[in-house]
């Protein structure tokens, strides 16, 4: 089964602060995904990423940024948070059969 | 833009009854894929479905892929307490050059038992 993994499944920061929200997928996907999931606004894509060095802009990349140094591990940096950057995160990977593999989520408090 | 409208919003059933929700389009769509997310989890693949017409079942859920490409069904039978969750569906399009994948706001189902 694939398995993805994301460094914390909870986390608390300050306004201001420099955010890092790791992700890595084992089973050698080249697409990996970041989402975020509010309530009423469903999963909004980040910022995805379909190899390694390689990313585009999602449907709200403001305000966030992604590296992908190694095709198994994708970060998403929050470079000065915010309250309203406050959601779930949910980093994906995508198989061969194009369905999406998803990690538990990383619940970020900004306060 | 692409909506994807996904029905009902919510659902409180008793435990062993059948349960039915949909999600339509405003297009054609060449994907939908059918999710269940647990609380505090992340989403898991339940169905993939890739051609018009096309019905698969894993155990209990069934889902069907729209003659017409603009909608999709799930259909979970015999309903249990684990089947608690939100159900999402998403579906993908072509969007010029680049095929695009969204996302309904899901069905929140809670069993009674």
């Known amino acids: 089964d694939v398995k993805v993994t994301q460094s914390s499944r909870y986390l608390v920061k300050r306004t201001g602060e420099k955010v890092f929200l790791e992700c890595v997928q084992d089973?050698?996907?080249?697409?990996m995904f970041w989402y975020r999931q509010d309530p009423g606004l469903g999963l909004r894509l980040i910022y995805f990423?379909?190899?390694?060095?390689?990313?585009e802009k999602g449907d709200i990349p403001e305000g966030y940024s992604v590296s992908r140094e190694k095709k198994e591990r994708f970060s998403l940096i929050l470079e000065s948070a915010s309250t309203n950057q406050t959601s779930m995160y949910l980093c994906?990977?995508?198989?061969?059969?194009?369905?999406?593999?998803f990690g538990p989520g990383t619940r970020l408090t900004v306060l | 833009g692409q909506q994807l409208n996904q029905s009902p919003q919510s659902m409180f059933i008793q435990e062993g009854e059948d349960v039915s929700m949909n999600c339509t389009s405003s297009?054609?769509?060449?994907?939908w894929l059918w999710y269940k997310q647990d609380p505090g989890e992340g989403p898991v693949l339940l169905i993939a479905?890739?051609?018009a017409g096309e019905l698969t079942s894993n155990g209990r859920l069934t889902a069907q892929f729209g003659i017409t490409r603009k909608d999709s069904f799930l259909n979970i039978s015999a309903s249990i307490p684990s089947d608690v969750g939100i159900y999402f569906c998403?579906?993908?399009?072509?969007?010029?050059?680049?095929?695009?994948?969204?996302w309904g706001l899901g069905t929140s189902l809670a069993v009674n038992p």
């Open positions: 998403a579906g993908t399009y072509n969007a010029g050059n680049n095929r695009k994948l969204i």
């Open positions: 479905l890739y051609k």
């Open positions: 089973m050698d996907h080249e697409n």
């Open positions: 990423s379909y190899d390694v060095k390689m990313k």
């Open positions: 297009s054609i769509f060449n994907t």
């Open positions: 994906a990977s995508r198989g061969v059969d194009r369905g999406r593999f």
